[in-house]
């Protein structure tokens, strides 16, 4: 059965940092591009980057760029999400997707990882 | 930026009824690439429409989705009790945005 397990939420103060982690099983990893999406405290979804399945191509919402760098490593079927100079804009769940077949909507998804920006 | 707006915001149904949403966005959605997303409580959302009109693997048949340009529906044609949820639009034609929600609640 496919699967995305996110990892590495945490509470952390404004200016900090934190590294996700997202561990895919079941399906082949390095065949699919993947994304991150967050969820504030309001129930909003936000999408917030991608990553090709090659890593050749990369993108990200325009309030995290030069703040969040995406990567993934398909010999270990993990991807990751370094944020630094956190906000508190920042805070939110954020889930693990994977791109589906026929175009960037997202057809499986993680139980997400929670981060909370505060002092 | 494509807005995409949902209405209504909140809609109360009995099981056994008909529930049409609506999502509309604030300019064309190319190729039609709408989604339509599941949410239950302490879930992930779930993906149940691409392409604005495709059933994803697995969904039943009694959810649909029409729609075309600038406005989308989703279809649940009799409700089910675990069909008591929020539906989330996402358009995917240029960058990638969501609705806001519509919640689903037990009449």
């Known amino acids: 059965e496919a699967q995305l397990v996110e990892s590495g939420g945490a509470v952390v103060q404004p200016g900090g940092s934190l590294r996700l982690s997202c561990a895919a099983s079941?399906?082949?990893?390095?065949?699919?591009?993947m994304q991150w999406v967050r969820q504030t405290p309001e129930k909003r979804l936000e999408w917030v980057s991608l990553?090709?399945?090659?890593?050749?191509?990369?993108n990200y919402v325009d309030s995290v760029r030069g703040r969040f760098t995406i990567s993934r490593d398909n010999v270990k079927n993990s991807l990751f999400l370094q944020m630094d100079s956190l906000t508190t804009e920042d805070t939110a769940l954020y889930y693990c997707?994977?791109?589906?077949?026929?175009?960037?909507?997202?057809?499986?998804w993680g139980r997400g990882t929670l981060v909370t920006v505060s002092s | 930026e494509i807005v995409l707006t949902q209405s209504p915001g909140t809609l109360s149904l009995s099981p056994g009824e008909r529930a049409t949403l609506s999502c509309r966005a604030s300019?064309?959605?190319?190729?039609?690439?709408l989604a339509w997303y599941q949410q239950t409580p302490g879930q992930a959302p779930r993906l149940l429409i691409y392409?604005?009109?495709f059933r994803a693997t697995g969904i039943p048949d009694r959810f649909s989705g029409s729609g075309s340009g600038t406005d989308f529906t989703l279809t649940i044609s009799r409700l089910e009790p675990e069909d008591f949820a929020v539906y989330y639009c996402?358009?995917?034609?240029?960058?990638?945005?969501f609705g806001p929600g519509t919640r689903v609640d037990i009449k």
């Open positions: 997707a994977r791109v589906g077949n026929f175009g960037h909507y997202f057809d499986l």
């Open positions: 079941g399906f082949a990893f390095d065949e699919y591009t």
């Open positions: 990553i090709s399945w090659d890593a050749a191509n990369t």
């Open positions: 300019q064309t959605v190319s190729s039609n690439y």
């Open positions: 392409g604005a009109t």
């Open positions: 996402q358009q995917y034609g240029r960058s990638f945005t």
